[in-house]
């Protein structure tokens, strides 16, 4: 199987933390035309959600900014259930429910779902799960760029 077609956009996205909350650091790679295009953060303190939230949110705001790739089918693969559950179920009930769970506490990381929402909304994007740490490439990939960013913000 070819992770990329002339009209399909593949993504890979990880994040996570050492400590939760803790250092954190977040990886994507972006596969288009035979290329790979790789981004990461991190930041000092923060949560594994929001890591992989902020995965996402970077590789989609990548291709809605970049005129050649914002109206092609994009193919995300998340080893995080959280963001996928949320973004294609979960957030429909969040948003009717003012933001509440469905215990009624608040949604946590609601900035960073709207940000998503708003990307997912205006791209043709198809969210995958795969199994982290399986092998599986270019998760492995996302990994070690997620942990080369923790690994700047964790004391000597």
């Known amino acids: 199987m070819s992770n990329t077609d002339s009209e399909t956009i593949v993504i890979y996205t990880d994040g996570g933390c050492h400590g939760n909350p803790g250092p954190g650091g977040w990886g994507c790679v972006i596969l288009y035309e035979d290329k790979e295009h790789t981004y990461s953060g991190g930041e000092k303190d923060t949560t594994n959600n ?3 939230l ?10 809605s900014q970049n005129d050649s790739w914002k109206n092609k089918h994009i193919a995300v693969y998340s080893d995080s259930q959280y963001v996928k ?10 948003k009717k429910n003012g933001w509440k769970t469905s215990t009624k506490k608040p949604v946590l990381n609601k900035d960073l779902w709207e940000k998503l929402d708003i ?3 205006s791209l043709d994007v198809e969210w995958k799960w795969v ?5 599986i490439k270019y998760n492995e990939v996302c990994d070690q760029l997620c942990q080369q960013e923790i690994a700047k913000y964790e004391k000597p």
């Open 54 to 63: 902020t995965a996402a949110i970077s590789a989609l705001s990548a291709i």
């Open 85 to 94: 559950n949320g973004i294609t179920s979960w957030i429909q009930n969040w």
């Open 50 to 52: 929001r890591m992989e």
């Open 119 to 121: 990307l997912y909304s």
């Open 131 to 135: 199994k982290g740490h399986a092998g």
